[in-house]
């Protein structure tokens, strides 16, 4: 009878709820099913909110998990009874193990350790929520369902009678019609109670259906127990074959293993650990292969899957670990198999056939560990599969073994939450009075980043707080590889060091790839095959699209081995190195000087091109490309500031519009003016573009008086070099900046002699016309004269600078000024801003949008738009910042000082893109 206050759960078949003697109904959101059947399962400890969000949803973007994971947890708490069933707190979430519930999984689990088998076998009446196909959640059915057939299994075994051997026999069949043992226990009983016939009907269909099924025939100990039925022999002699020597005696299945302890546990891998585990004993997979670099847990994983597999009997016939780091020859491999399998040949030429006899008719799972040094071991694993149909086998190496029938589960680093959990738990292993502060934490998270989130770095780096202070391991380990080393005697010897276990994998490679390695340690962030041929091969093609095949071939042969990694963020071929084998890779360069200046010189002609291509149209795919080369941009300007002014100025002269479109100000500022200093290196129409892009740059930063002093050297320089090019441009963008400064007057004189300097060269319009002319619109529109604007070429300036395919963005906005339609000029200055992620431009909508809202609405997005200008590094000119002000007084007005505080403060707290997608509604 239910009490009052237990909430009775059922898993089993569908989900029921009962409490205070009634049924609950469950009227949740479908996922809250598979929820709380997660939180359920995983009842003894508290997950990381992050491991349930993507197990949950793991085919949805990190963000979009974790939201919904907070509307099926509040959901979820709706449904249940009031109470605290859920603990959530620091990012993890758990069942309440203190609250006063009964579950039919954990009394299922109970019985079995009670030895209640009987009450255990009728209690699971039905899968583990059948209707559920969630990955995760495939293996724990399959779990207890095999948990069920083992306990069917033994009550068959033990029955007190033919009739009852008999019924628990074929309800064993009934979950799995090939379960030999049940089978050759349906034999039995019938063949005592005297139904010779019958037997042997059972026996013929059987063998039929596991030829169809598995193309092998019954296992010799079947077909024994038949020809002794055939011949009618007694009773104790059939028993005997079976290893049943009376009726009531027991016989626990043969689980053996030598699988070694692992001596901690393991962290972070619940997903992977339920996908190999359901994979292997779910699926028709029999070979899945576990590859990563060094260092990624490939070996702790694995081990830990078996010993949850061989806790669950999974496989009758054992669960073997064969390690194979120091062989080196087939024999050697067929030496350790035949070790971890406890078998004896008379001579090592019979061990293949030897092993193949033993292994056909076993339901077992070997684990081959460290197979990447071995050639031999494809086809070795490929006859082991072909001769015998029940073995499976789990493998752990750093590059794939190319056959038919492999699976292959790349493992990925650990996530940041976990990683740094990880490392607490091991640094205090080595110091139990170690903990972390809020002074360290954040060291502890840049130490983990710096490791690429990878096991064993951390696990090393962790051990060595015991003798050293956190900082000092942060700041030393990347200019001392070794430093991330242990003296436990209980580790391999190549994973006592960081170091050994990369060499490991660099000392398998050719001479060529090793080259190949160590030179690819001079990017930073990535590259592509392009960039590989020019900067290592020395091909002179700036050409970022293009793709050298043999390049190509040369790298996917290292990412094959996890030497670098394919960037699966992007479309295009690109690649790029964790950081631990880059600080590997870089100890093997004899010299880097030639590198870094071919490094230098391909992204010098990049910047040429990218400069040619952005001045104009500004295509997002060459923006995205420009971004993904960052690190690489810095480390280039890096060794240019000092050994080459001239390429490193081109890279900054490039860079203008990306750094302009994700508002690089400071990034701008501080590389103009780092080589402005070294102007004798420059050439003059260098110094004249440096000059400008400086001038551009300080006056957003704010600085205006600066911004006067670059653009007046630089109209200097234009005038004496006589290049009308550079002298227009610079008339007109000092125009800009005159009249940012508040100097209408300077501004209007140096934009018309811009227009006038281009009238005189051209018959017909020119980017540079067309935009100077623009420019002066906005200049006399502060100035209150529209009869002068409404004598400009407006409309043949705007449809030419659409024609000619130059970024609209901020011309809309001053046409927005002009136009009597202005809401519809900035609807699509906005909508361009944002689909082509033009950062910049986006902050400068903002205040515009802003004030054409209510207050209640423009006090966030006014809010938002000046502490993202401070957290950008914009500045504005006092007019603007007079404008901003004033809006914001009204605003304060009208909603009161509390109310206007309380939605600036919202506001303030947002990023670019929520700002921008809250302006975004209220253009729709």
Known sequence: MTTRGTLYISLFGELGLRYADAHLPFDALPKCTPLLAYLLLNRQRANLRDSVAFALWPDVAEQRARANLRRHLYDLRRVLPEGDWIISQRGRIQWNPLANYWLDVAAFAQLLQGGHTTDAVALQTAPLLPMSDDAWLLFERERLHNQLLVALQKLARGAADEDMRLRYAEQLLQHDPLREEGVQLALLAEAISGNVAAAVQRYEQFERELSAEIATEPHPRTQQLIAAIRQHAPSDQLRAILQLSSPTQTAKPDNRHNLPTLPRTVLGRT????????????????????????????????????????????????????????????????????????????????????????????????????????????????????????????????????????????????????????????????DVRFKPTPTTSPLIAQLCQQLDYLPLAIELAAARVRHLPLPVIVSQWQDNLDLLATTAHDVSARHRTLTAAIQWSYNLLAADEKQLFAALSIFVGGFTPAAVGAVIFGRKSPNPAALPIDILDKLTGLADRHLIMRDQATDEPRFWMLHTLRQFARRQLATTDALRTQHLDYFAQLAQTAKQVLEDTAPPEWLQRLLREEQNWQAALQWGATHSAEKAATIVIGLYTYWRWYARIADGIYWCETLLQQRDQLQTTTQIELLQDAGIWVQRGGDFARAYHYFEEALQLARQHKDSDLLASTLNYFGIVASRGGDPVRARELVRESIALERARHDELTPTLAAATLNLASLLLRTGEREAIARLPIDDCEQFLRDYGSDMTLYLLTLAAIRPNSAEYIREGFALARRTDNQYAQLVYLPTIAEQQDSAVGARLMSAFRQLSQTMRVGWPPSYAQRFESAMAVQQAELGVEQYARRAAEGATWSLAEAVAYAETLLD
């Open 271 to 430: 997903a992977a650990q339920q996908q190999i585990c359901a994979l292997l004993t779910t699926s028709p997979t029999r070979l899945l292969t576990l590859t990563g670099p060094s260092g990624i847990g490939k070996t702790t994983l694995a081990l830990t899957v078996a010993r949850t597999l061989h806790a669950t009997d999974h496989f009758p016939d054992g669960i073997y670990f064969v390690p194979l780091a120091d062989c080196a020859t087939e024999q050697q491999v067929l030496a350790a198999i035949g070790k971890a399998l406890q078998l004896r040949v008379a001579s090592q030429n019979d061990l293949f056939s030897e092993l193949l006899d033993l292994l056909r008719y076993r339901e077992t799972l070997l684990l081959l560990d460290n197979c990447e040094h071995l050639p031999a071991v494809p086809a070795l694993i490929a006859q082991l599969l072909m001769r015998a149909a029940r073995l499976r086998l789990l493998v752990t190496s750093q590059v794939t073994l190319n056959l038919a029938a492999e699976h292959v589960l790349p493992l990925d680093p650990l996530d940041p939450a976990v990683a740094q959990e990880l490392f607490i738990s091991r640094a205090q292993s080595a």
